[in-house]
């Protein structure tokens, strides 16, 4: 099976402040980015990494058709930087492809074996976790909606589509205009189902200034233990 990973990372994090995109933040002496890509290159199915970064990073980025991890330049939107590096990669006889967030470094190896064989047999595949607080819509600084979350997941990634879903998918939203805030809520739209597999806690993204923390701690308990999941 040939896999392509395709993570979009040309966001600037204006949640995280600072001048630098908490992609490209240190932890543990690497790029949050760089713990990503590495967490994938394990994989031996893992034919190619597709790295979307802004046009700015790119030019200064050394490259090599023969590397397996590649960047091309992304986009204002998630979406658009997905569809630059799906496009950028090319039809290279990709079975599957997996889209992942550049700040996700603690995705278990075994949810993306998961994601991989649920996206073969059924088209599409989305880790998720059950959302177990109460959910309230407030408006005017009062709660105006209790909603009932027993249906309700948080989305994480790799989201995994075979290559020839996915890429219809894209061209889909782009013809019609459609963005999303992910490439499976985007896929169920268009009438794709799209497998549900267990999600993990520990698969947070790193979006504040705190889960930097927390990562650094997670990433200096996996050193002493000399083993990731």
Same mark, same amino acid.
């Given at each position: 099976m040939r896999i $392509?990973? +395709?993570? &979009?990372?040309?966001?600037? !994090?204006?949640?995280? !402040? !600072? /001048?630098? =995109?908490? %992609?490209?933040? =240190? $932890? %543990? !002496?690497? &790029?949050? *980015? %760089? @713990?990503?890509?590495?967490?994938? *290159? +394990? @994989?031996? /199915? +893992?034919?190619?990494?597709?790295?979307? +970064?802004?046009?700015? *990073? $790119?030019?200064?980025v050394a490259q090599n058709e023969s590397d397996r991890v590649r960047f091309t330049a992304g986009g204002e939107t998630r979406l658009d930087s997905v569809m630059s590096a799906f496009t950028a990669a090319g039809d290279d006889g990709y079975d599957i492809v997996a889209v992942h967030d550049a700040v996700r470094p603690f995705f278990f190896d075994a949810t993306f074996i998961e994601a991989v064989s649920t996206a073969a047999e059924f088209g599409a595949a989305m880790p998720g976790i059950p959302i177990i607080d109460t959910l309230h819509a407030v408006r005017n600084e009062f709660i105006d909606t209790t909603f009932d979350v027993s249906s309700l997941v948080l989305a994480q990634t790799p989201q995994c589509f075979r290559y020839e879903v996915l890429r219809d998918v894209l061209y889909k939203a782009a013809a019609e205009h459609e963005r999303g805030t992910d490439e499976a809520g985007l896929a169920a739209r268009f009438g794709v189902k799209v497998k549900l597999i267990p999600g993990d806690p520990m698969n947070f993204k790193i979006t504040h200034p705190d889960d930097l923390a927390v990562a650094e701690a997670i990433m200096a308990r996996w050193g002493q233990q000399g083993a990731q999941p």
């Open positions: $392509l990973v +395709v993570i &979009p990372a040309a966001g600037s !994090g204006t949640r995280f !402040g !600072g /001048d630098i =995109p908490k %992609q490209f933040r =240190p $932890l %543990q !002496g690497k &790029p949050v *980015l %760089q @713990h990503v890509v590495e967490r994938f *290159l +394990v @994989h031996e /199915d +893992v034919a190619r990494i597709m790295v979307a +970064v802004t046009e700015k *990073l $790119l030019t200064v």
